[in-house]
């Protein structure tokens, strides 16, 4: 297995940041604890998971060498990337089992873990697939998640609940003891209503995913899938 690319450091940083926050920092499976980096086509793609969240960022702003894919230590990778200088470029070669990073002067090595150990979420039919604005997901959003709970029994009380018809889309959230309901209305295509419970952590995400793009909600019985640009 080999993996070679060019890439600016601030191009690098951006995405690792994103994927990195699903990254628990004690792990019983010892694969959570890195990303899978995959070069293919031109492009590179960054992926990190605790089996509950899924994060996926790419860029084709480097220069690819050797197409090729490896599983390296998220943290250890941000910490790298974050005290290089901004505006230099950072080579990333696999030789093995470790990761090459250079930058100028600097030279680090990574241990890898293998790319078959990493977990796969598998996407089910998709039921139900909307595209909203970021300013009325934020708004949506920001008068509903103070009200999840945290740590209930009761699971469904740690998450929100999105309901989607043909007239409009609610967020509901509640700990037991408060309630907080917003709700878009609009035209959208959705033959029947629709219900669909998020986890917290899957709603705290969303949130950060909330920027400049539009973004596409996909809706399957077990799973939703979130797209903005080149964010996942």
């Not at 090729?68 to 990333?92: E, H, M, Y």
């Not at 920001?142 to 009761?154: E, L």
């Not at 009380?157 to 018809?165: C, P, R, S, T, V």
């Not at 995913?209 to 996909?218: G, I, R, S, W, Y």
């Amino acid at each position: 297995m080999t993996m070679k690319f060019e890439i600016d450091r601030d191009a690098l940083v951006q995405p690792l940041q994103f994927v990195s926050g699903v990254v628990e920092r004690r792990q019983t499976v010892p694969v959570l604890a890195n990303l899978l980096m995959q070069v293919k086509a031109g492009e590179l793609s960054l992926i990190a998971t605790d089996q509950e969240v899924e994060l996926r960022a790419s860029t084709n702003n480097l220069l690819a060498l050797e197409e090729g894919s490896a599983t390296i230590p998220a943290r250890k990778l941000v910490d790298i990337c974050r005290s290089l200088p901004s505006n230099t470029v950072v080579t990333c070669e696999l030789e093995g089992a470790r990761l090459s990073i250079a930058s100028g002067q600097f030279r680090s090595h990574l241990a890898t873990l293998p790319v078959t150990d990493f977990p796969h979420t598998e996407m089910d039919e998709v039921k139900v697939e909307q595209i909203l604005q970021p300013a009325d997901l934020q708004a949506l959003l920001d008068k509903t998640m103070f009200a999840m709970a945290q740590q209930d029994v009761r699971y469904f009380f740690n998450g929100m609940l999105i309901e989607i018809d043909a007239e409009s889309v609610s967020m509901v959230a509640t700990n037991g003891q408060r309630l907080a309901i917003n709700q878009l209305s609009g035209r959208f295509a959705v033959a029947a209503k629709q219900q669909f419970i998020v986890p917290r952590k899957g709603v705290v995400e969303l949130m950060r995913m909330v920027k400049d793009e539009p973004l596409k909600l996909e809706f399957a019985a077990n799973h939703l899938r979130v797209t903005a640009g080149h964010l996942s």
